[in-house]
Each structure stands twice: as structure tokens, then as C-alpha cells.
């Protein structure tokens, strides 16, 4: 047994993404208790905030996806409780967690990201959606990619081809949150680009290159086992690798996130352009950072066993 101590795994939450966190908390706790860690696993629910005070654990481990894992809140209330967390501190999930606002701050420090519209619902019923798509097609072009601004799992995201099908899109999108980010479509290949602070400084794990059979990496696509092919080490150049990898420590930085992130971003031609980060990276046996860190010979359990001896030294 570690030295550690008793610590928790969270997972499950109320968004649409509580299927995919129950997977990647099982995954983790079976990783953990591997790696010789006393751990259990807990929800975020009504009995969470007893039984921390009850029993109170060295660390927690989130790995909610979605609202309430990523958005900030349940770090708030960690926070709150005085329960050191592996991850980025609430305020710097929310930035990282709304889809604008994380492209503004990086693109402050330089990256690329997809040229955009965002849009609450009210914006575009209170002004009419055909007259504010039409200056969004004006502006944009197509083909669009329309997501929502704080989502995850690729739920309520549409490829756009035509004018025709935007209506359904932004409706898609709403019917999974409040505010629709419309981007220009940007071709090319997909990388994951996992960021890891063991201590020392936030260095990218090799990048996982993203190839769905069905053309797109939509929620089928990432977790039903073959239907997407993973490359890691990835086939591009190495020039365009050693780009992705530093954009994905730019945005780490930028973002001012902590321990463990995952960028994803799209190489199209020789431009990188950043999608978003997510600051509870997926785990699940499909999920991209644990085939990186096997890429980089770490072992998921030991990873996750350092980042949470981190944060119960770190005391927050
Ligand atoms: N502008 C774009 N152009 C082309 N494809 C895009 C664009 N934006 C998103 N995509 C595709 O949609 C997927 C989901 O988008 P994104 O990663 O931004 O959101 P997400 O739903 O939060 O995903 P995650 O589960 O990774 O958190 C991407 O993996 C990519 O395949
Ligand atoms: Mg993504």
C-alpha cells in the first residue's frame, strides 16, 4: 500500500457526458488501486459533501466531464470543504471550460483557433435567426461547425454544408446548452495533445492522431472500441508534431491550468489551429490521454497516484 492515504475518485455528475465519467472514473480507480493506492469512487451527489466530512480523503481525483466537472463548480466546493484536488483550480476551468473565452485567451498568447460567431439563444430569437445567420454566413462561409460554447463529447455538434441546414444545427445545439458557437469548418487532421505537470513544468505527451472510419469524431466515433483508428506516435511531420505539442503547452499556460490537460486541436495544411482544452480529460479505454501516456511509457496508475500526492502536498 502507498503511503498516500485514502483518496477519492469522482465521477458521474447530472450532464450528458455521466456515462463517459462513470467509465473514466472506473478506470482510474482501477488504475489507482493497482498502482497500490487505497481509492474509492463517489458521485456528485447529495451524499458527497457527508461523506468528505465525515471521512475526509487525502485528495481527489475529478474526473466529471461536462458541467459541474469542468465548468469550475465542483472544485469550488472542494475548495470549500478544504480537500486538495488533482487539476486546474475553479477559476481557471471556468475559462478553460467556455469554449470562447478559452479561444480569446489563447489566441491572446498566439495560437490559431477556427474564425467564430457565439451566440446566446435569446440573441437569436429576440433579433431573428434568419436575419442573424444570414450575417453569420456572410461572415463566415461555409462549410460552419456549430457547437455549443459549453459542451463536451462532440453532443449537439453539426457539420454545416450548406445554408439550409444551419437552422437545425443552431436548434441541435440549443437543445444542449444556452449559447451556440458557430465556427468556420476547418479541414485536416485531428491530434489530442495531452499536457502533464509532474512538478516540474508542464511538458505535452506524444500527440494522438484522431482518425474516425465514419469521417467524423462524433460521440459513436470516440466510444464504441474501432470505430475510430488512433496514431501515437502520430504520422505528420515532425516539424507539425513539435507545433501541436507546443501549442498545447501554450494553451496549458495561458489558460493557467494545473497538473493535467488535453488540448485538441486540428493541423490543417501547415497551420495548427486550436479547438478547446479540457481540464478532466477523458480515461475511458477509447479516451486519447491514457494511449498518450502509454505512448510515453507512463503507467496510468502511477501517473494519476503522483498528481494526487502533488495536490495533497499542494493542499488545495
Ligand atoms: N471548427 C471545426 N472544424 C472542424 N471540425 C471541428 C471544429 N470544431 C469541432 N470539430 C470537430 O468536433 C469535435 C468536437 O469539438 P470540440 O473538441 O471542440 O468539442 P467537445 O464536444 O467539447 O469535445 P470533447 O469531448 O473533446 O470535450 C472535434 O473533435 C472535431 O472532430
Ligand atoms: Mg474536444
Redesign the pocket.
Known sequence: MSDLGHVLVLAGGLSA?RAVSLRSGERVLDALRDAGVEADLADADAALIPAITADPPAAVFPAI?GACGEDGSIREVLGLLSVPYVGSTAVASRSAFD?PTAKAVVAGAGLRT?A?VTLPRETFRDLGGSAVLDRVLARLGLPL?V??AR???????T?VQTAAELPNAMMTCFGYGDTALV??????T?L?VGVLDLGDGPRALPPVE?H?LGG???YAA?YTAGQTEFFVPGRLPADLVARASDAAVTAHRALGLRDLS?T?L?VSGHEV?F??V?VAP?MTETSTLPMALAAAGRDLGVTCRELLRIAATRGD
Open positions: 457526458e466531464h469554449k477556427p467564430s461547425f457547437k455549443p459542451g463536451g463529447s462532440a453532443l449537439g455538434a457539420r465556427e468556420e469548418f476547418v479541414p485536416g485531428e489530442a484522431i474516425p467524423s469524431y462524433d470516440r488535453r485538441d486540428i489551429f479547438l478547446e479540457n477523458g
